[in-house]
């Protein structure tokens, strides 16, 4: 029977993290474990940072953003011998179990944890919406209304000097975050993985739209996929919009989640402890599909792969 239950936040940070946080802590104790937490992802298992909590620990973080027991990047948990120590300290605090909250390079982290004998669960928190095992994450809501907000006060700006903005998201492997945001912005072009630049095409639409005096365009591009500096100067020679860039950044990991985020939280997290309740419990990836709180076998999670969003392309294509 599992009995000291530790968690940690890992890789990103992604609003929500600290409701999720919350809801393990808080769904262990009314089962009666002892509830611990690990500061720094997996950098601070190796290291050993681990602390017992309590309730009033959760106390007025369901609202705030970021990761109150923060995250960290380590390359080196790839390495087998690292992994072990992190282990090793587990067993050392006799600790029965792990849930990380994290993407997919958290699971592949839990995986290698799972191998040297420790039950982990992994809870998807990232904004990238990236994770195969789930139709979304804790934290993608959130950042896709803040890209909202800032999209709406850009078009202000842009509608008064009759501009086309280009703006760039987050995002790197998944398109999610740049196609949601096109929909929810009704923006005139969206550049990602799933939907890849045809030069020609915008050129030509926008053309069109400063010969019939638009007020503004805007166009949103995933990160990492080109120099959206140098395609502003094409815009503007091709075109004769007066075009600007904008790079959201890290902003958008920001804020308060939103209450989508905070219950999507607190579904996983009970979740999750309601696995390591089991009579033989064993490491699995919770996710959400189609509105059901589903659990996979770590090996089997970590295998599959985002369901790109073919339909929501075409609805895009559709209403521009
Ligand atoms: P996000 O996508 O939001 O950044 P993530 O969990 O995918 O979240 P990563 O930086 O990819 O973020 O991974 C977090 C940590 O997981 C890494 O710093 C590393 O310690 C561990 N990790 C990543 N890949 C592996 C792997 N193949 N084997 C073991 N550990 C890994």
């Known amino acids: 029977m599992i009995r000291k239950i530790a ?54 973080i369901i609202n ?32 029965d179990a792990l849930i990380g909250i994290g993407g997919d390079g958290t699971f592949r982290g839990l995986q290698a944890l ?5 039950i982990c669960i992994g ?9 195969g095992s789930t139709d979304e994450t804790i934290g993608f809501a959130t950042a896709l209304n803040t890209i909202c907000d800032c999209v709406d006060k850009l078009k202000d ?9 280009l703006i760039e ?22 550049i990602c993985v799933e939907h890849p630049l045809k030069k020609e095409v915008l050129f030509r639409k926008l053309r069109k739209m400063k010969a019939q005096n638009k007020s503004h365009a805007i166009i ?19 075109t004769g919009f007066d075009t600007r860039t904008e790079v959201l950044g890290r902003l958008q990991r920001g804020g308060s989640p939103t209450a989508h985020d905070r219950i ?25 599909k189609q509105n059901e709180i589903v659990d996979y076998p770590i090996d089997e999670a970590v295998e599959m792969k985002h369901r790109h969003t073919h339909g929501l392309r075409d609805l895009i294509d559709m209403l521009q």
Request: proline share 2%; with cysteine; glycine share 12%.
């Open 64 to 95: 705030r953003g970021g990761t109150i027991i923060r995250s960290a990047r380590i390359p080196e948990f790839k390495e087998e011998a690292v992994s072990k120590k992190a282990a090793d300290n587990l067993r050392d605090f006799e600790i």
């Open 220 to 238: 949103i591009v995933s990160e990492n996929l080109l120099d959206i500096n140098e395609l502003a100067g094409e815009i503007a020679k091709e």
């Open 157 to 165: 700006t842009s509608g008064s000097h009759q501009r086309c903005s």
């Open 169 to 190: 998201v987050m995002g790197r492997h998944c398109g999610d975050l740049a196609m949601f945001a096109a929909l929810a912005e009704g923006a005139e072009g969206v």
């Open 264 to 288: 999507l939280a607190a579904r996983f997290g009970a979740k999750a402890v309601e696995l390591l309740c089991d009579k033989e419990p064993t490491s699995r990836i919770v996710g959400i």
């Open 114 to 118: 799972s191998k040297h004998g420790v």
């Open 7 to 60: 968690i940690l936040t890992s890789g990103g940070d992604a609003p929500g993290m600290n409701a999720c946080l919350r809801a393990c802590i808080r769904a262990g104790l009314y089962q009666g474990k002892e509830m611990y937490v690990v500061y720094d992802g997996l950098r601070g298992l190796v290291e050993g940072d681990i602390r017992q909590v309590n309730k009033d620990f959760t106390q007025d």
């Open 123 to 131: 809870i998807p928190g990232t904004i990238d919406n990236d994770v």
